[in-house]
């Protein structure tokens, strides 16, 4: 059996750094869900996330230690070092994105008729940074495991999960905004700047 690198040492002391830094302030969100009930607009896009996040990442870490077939092994240095990269820039654009958003920032879909469409930072460049970026951490995640069956149980679940909240969030927001959202949508990408 091939042992991932975030349990070898000296990387499991990068990584595992590295992922308390980044999902404790994840973890206090999902607190914040517990206070924050979802109401209709976010049609189960919050538990999904929460619960796609957790199965997917389970799954990713077992398919990493049952399918020692499936590990990358060439340049898997490379590989890990470019996950812990992902997953670093993930938890700067996450953290610019709460910072950008303030009081707008909630973890449940819930669009109000006075909100307005918040156009700086990333905001700038795609609608959805947030995701973007919490997309850029599991994938991170997934390359740290040096695995092709972890990196496809996280493509997986990222797409599902972030592309059944981008279809619920964008329709509140139209059907809340109206016009200024829709000019926003036609100025913007969803996630990738310039692409899609």
Same mark, same amino acid.
């Given at each position: 059996?091939?042992?991932?690198?975030?349990? !070898?040492?000296?990387?499991?002391? +990068? @990584? /595992? #750094?590295?992922?308390?830094?980044?999902? %404790?302030?994840?973890?206090?969100?999902? =607190?914040?869900?517990?206070?924050?009930?979802?109401?209709?607009?976010?049609?189960?896009?919050?538990?999904?996330?929460?619960?796609?996040?957790?199965?997917?990442?389970?799954?990713?870490?077992?398919?990493?230690?049952?399918?020692?077939?499936?590990?990358? !092994?060439?340049?898997?240095?490379? +590989? @890990? /070092? #470019?996950?812990?990269?992902?997953?670093? %820039?993930?938890?700067?654009?996450?953290? =610019?994105?709460?910072?950008?958003?303030?009081?707008?920032?909630?973890?449940?879909?819930?669009?109000?008729?006075?909100?307005?469409?918040?156009?700086?930072?990333?905001?700038?460049?795609?609608?959805?940074?947030?995701?973007?970026?919490?997309?850029?951490?599991?994938?991170?995640?997934?390359?740290?495991?040096?695995?092709?069956?972890?990196?496809?149980?996280?493509?997986?679940?990222?797409?599902?999960?972030?592309?059944?909240?981008?279809?619920?969030?964008?329709?509140?927001?139209?059907?809340?905004?109206?016009?200024?959202?829709?000019?926003?949508?036609?100025?913007?990408?969803?996630?990738?700047?310039?692409?899609?």
């Amino acid at each position: 059996m091939v042992v991932p690198l975030p349990f !070898v040492y000296p990387y499991a002391i +990068v @990584f /595992w #750094a590295l992922y308390v830094a980044v999902f %404790v302030p994840e973890f206090l969100l999902i =607190h914040k869900v517990r206070r924050q009930r979802p109401g209709r607009q976010d049609r189960g896009s919050t538990r999904l996330i929460m619960l796609g996040e957790f199965l997917g990442g389970f799954a990713a870490f077992a398919c990493a230690f049952a399918s020692s077939g499936a590990t990358i !092994v060439t340049g898997r240095l490379a +590989v @890990f /070092w #470019a996950g812990i990269a992902l997953i670093a %820039v993930g938890a700067l654009v996450r953290q =610019h994105c709460f910072r950008v958003l303030g009081p707008s920032f909630k973890p449940v879909v819930d669009v109000r008729s006075d909100q307005v469409v918040v156009e700086t930072g990333a905001y700038r460049f795609v609608r959805h940074p947030s995701y973007a970026a919490a997309v850029l951490i599991f994938l991170g995640i997934a390359l740290t495991l040096t695995n092709w069956a972890s990196l496809l149980v996280i493509v997986a679940t990222v797409t599902i999960v972030y592309g059944y909240r981008i279809r619920v969030e964008e329709a509140a927001l139209l059907s809340t905004l109206g016009d200024s959202y829709r000019a926003y949508m036609a100025r913007t990408k969803r996630l990738v700047p310039f692409v899609w």
